[in-house]
């Protein structure tokens, strides 16, 4: 009830000053004085880490002087009858970096109105590392010409020194030159928890090369009974066996008599993969 000397009125509500209209919502100790607003402190309310859930604006305000004030809603000072709050959001990017600039804005009944900012600042990164360099590729290779590994570097938009673990495993086939090389690189994550990329390259190493004799081959000759030479001791090097037996064999065709016959001299070898010549 009115006690007659400016207390509270019935409704619940403080009675405004002359020039004032009384207010249904939360009114202030008046006197005609434009509204005064305080934000929050920045970054109240916004989760630690990347790419976060900014908090929504304030729909209500703390009065200056309430005993329990809320630290997520503006204050406000003065201000005449009915206040309004309202709220927008502008959004910078530089890089990794965002910012979110809240302006409050409050208005009395007289339209008297004042504005504060919030800002909350943090890192947006949802994109993972990326190789820096040309990805090497499946391929088919001889047994004596596997390329070395490449080496590969990443980075990532935000965060820096991105590491690449390499590994090699060798799968044996049907002989000891003839393997398949699984080479996978792959990136760490980033700072932000987007997961590393991964390149697996396979490389399909085989032995279709012959070895060569190392000396000159003796030709075919015709020589009397009393001249016949002594076989050649051929040896034989290949691209991949480093150990390449050379088989002889020497075959006699006997002619119309005992002293004339022709010899077939061969001289075979083959490499561990089966791959043949002979002379």
Same mark, same amino acid.
């Given at each position: 009830a009115d006690d007659g000397n400016g207390g509270v009125s019935p409704d619940g509500t403080t009675?405004? #000053? /002359?020039g004032c209209t009384q207010g249904v919502q939360k009114v202030v100790e008046?006197?005609?004085l434009p509204p005064i607003l305080t934000c929050p402190a920045d970054d109240f309310g916004l989760p630690v880490g990347c790419n976060p859930t900014v908090p929504a604006a304030a729909t209500t305000f703390n009065l200056l002087g309430d005993s329990n004030p809320d630290p997520a809603l503006p204050t406000v000072e003065d201000g005449c009858?009915?206040?309004?709050?309202?709220s927008s959001d502008a959004i910078s990017d530089n890089g990794c970096t965002r910012t979110v600039t809240r302006t409050y804005t409050i208005t009395d009944q007289n339209g008297d109105s004042d504005t504060c900012e919030q800002t909350f600042t943090f890192t947006v990164d949802t994109d #993972? /590392?990326?190789f820096n360099e040309a990805l090497p590729m499946d391929m088919t290779v001889e047994c004596d010409a596997v390329p070395a590994a490449a080496t590969l570097t990443?980075?990532?938009n935000c965060t820096p020194d991105i590491m690449v673990s390499f590994m090699e495993v060798r799968t044996n086939g049907a002989c000891p030159q003839t393997y398949t090389l699984t080479r996978t690189w792959t990136t760490e994550g980033d700072d932000c928890g987007n997961p590393g990329i991964t390149h697996v390259q396979i490389v399909n190493v085989q032995d279709t090369t012959s070895p060569t004799f190392n000396e000159a081959l003796p030709g075919d000759i015709t020589v009397e009974c009393?001249?016949?030479p002594a076989e050649e001791t051929l040896t034989a090097s290949d691209n991949c066996d480093t150990d390449v037996p050379v088989s002889f064999n020497e075959t006699r065709t006997d002619g119309p008599c005992p002293q004339t016959y022709t010899l077939n001299r061969?001289?075979?070898a083959m490499d561990d993969c089966g791959n043949p010549v002979s002379r």
């Open positions: 009675p405004a #000053s /002359p008046v006197g005609g009858g009915t206040l309004t709050l309202t #993972s /590392p990326t990443a980075t990532d009393d001249a016949v061969i001289w075979r």
